[in-house]
């Protein structure tokens, strides 16, 4: 099974949880209740247990899809929340967010048992800085923000259909892959930062705004990383599918709201980024 870093310490969804939920759940009857349960009830409480709707992902506490939906609207609300903040604040609210947000995105990263508390927390510092990065950007090229959202939501229900439909998988190979990708992607960002502060390039972008045969440099390496952030969400639907057939405790739900909210992210950012650049560009 293909893991995504941040699913693979939680054992809802590594090979070291994969029978940690699945024989105790095969040992409730379909009312919820166990044998021992069952075996210290009178006649009139086994005929009320039996008249009863059969138990439910809810009623069982696992993990479902309906509740993981619910969890991610939740988390995509508090981001959105500390977006709208993000746009209205100056500058060093937001950094001061990207920072919050990034501490919070590790501690839930390495976090074996989920909260709710820091999820939620986490989504909103990381919305203060998308917001306040989507109103600077917004400011030097009025209209991409907009752009940016519909290319986000399109790349993650075409994701999704095609997932859905069984036309797309998570592999070990894929995964190592992209996780080799993602450590070069992560370096050559961190180059990159340094030479725009350090003034070696002409481009805002840096690196990224050097062009090729009239191709920014930033769009071609842009649109890598938004298959790498599709492959990502394959990886997000994967692990959630296997928490939920394993029948993982409710609470690991918010485990998967937080990888996709990490992801759709990373996905916004990188395409407001590219259109950014080809803004930039048709400008020069």
Known sequence: MA?????????????????AWSAGSQQQNRWGATPQQSAGMTPEQLQYM?????????????????DTIVKTLMAFGVLVVGAVAGW?????VWIAGAIIGFVLALVNTFKK???AGLVLAYAFFEGLFVG?????????FEGIVTQAIFGTLGVFFVTLLLFRSGKVRATPKATKFFLIAMVGYMAFSLVNIVLSLTGVTNSAFGLLGVTFFGIPLGVLIGIFVVIMAAYSLI???DQIKTGVERGA????????????????????????????????????
């Open 50 to 66: 039996y008249d009863r709707p059969a138990a439910n992902t809810v009623d069982t506490d696992r993990m479902s899809y309906e």
């Open 235 to 237: 990886l997000d639907f």
């Open 113 to 115: 048992k989920p909260s």
């Open 249 to 284: 405790p409710r609470i690991y739900g918010w485990t998967a709201a937080f990888g996709l909210i990490v992801t759709l992210v990373w996905l916004y950012l990188e395409i407001l980024r590219i259109l950014a650049i080809i803004a930039s560009s048709s400008r020069n």
């Open 132 to 140: 306040g990065i989507s109103g600077h950007y917004n400011s030097a």
């Open 88 to 92: 209205n604040l100056p500058p060093i």
């Open 3 to 19: 893991f995504k870093p941040g699913f693979d310490q939680s054992p809802a969804f590594n090979d070291a949880g994969r029978n």
